[in-house]
């Protein structure tokens, strides 16, 4: 079993930033590929980035790519995300996920973490 812990959610201005945490543990990770999704309020799912612990490969979508940075820390099994330049419609619940034996979480993830809100005031 693996346990995903999400934790750097809280509130901040818009034009700040936030760094988001994702800590695994329970299993070997190099394995995994991990990432990030959000739901805003009323809206699905949206996947955001992901990385292969294998390969180091990362992805991050289009459209946060020039805000957000996905990175990892091999000797904490953390994953970050960095949120540069926060807009309100940032503003969403942030989970942390993990598929194993694979380079992307993309699909159904294996695993995922209970979520951490961002709240991003204009």
């Known amino acids: 079993q693996v346990q995903l812990v999400e934790s750097g959610g809280g509130l901040v201005r818009a034009g700040g930033s936030r760094r988001l945490s994702c800590v695994a543990s329970g299993r070997t990770f190099y394995t995994y590929a991990m990432g990030w999704f959000r739901q805003v309020t009323g809206k699905e799912l949206e996947f955001l980035a992901d990385i292969s612990w294998r390969q180091g490969k990362s992805y991050i979508l289009d459209s946060v790519k020039d805000r957000f940075t996905i990175s990892r820390d091999n000797t904490k099994n953390t994953i970050y995300l960095q949120m540069n330049s926060l807009k309100p419609e940032d503003t969403a619940v942030y989970y942390c996920?993990?598929?194993?034996?694979?380079?992307?979480?993309?699909?159904?993830?294996?695993?995922w973490g209970q979520g951490t809100q961002v709240t991003v005031s204009s």
């Open positions: 996920a993990a598929t194993f034996d694979s380079d992307s979480v993309l699909g159904n993830p294996d695993y």
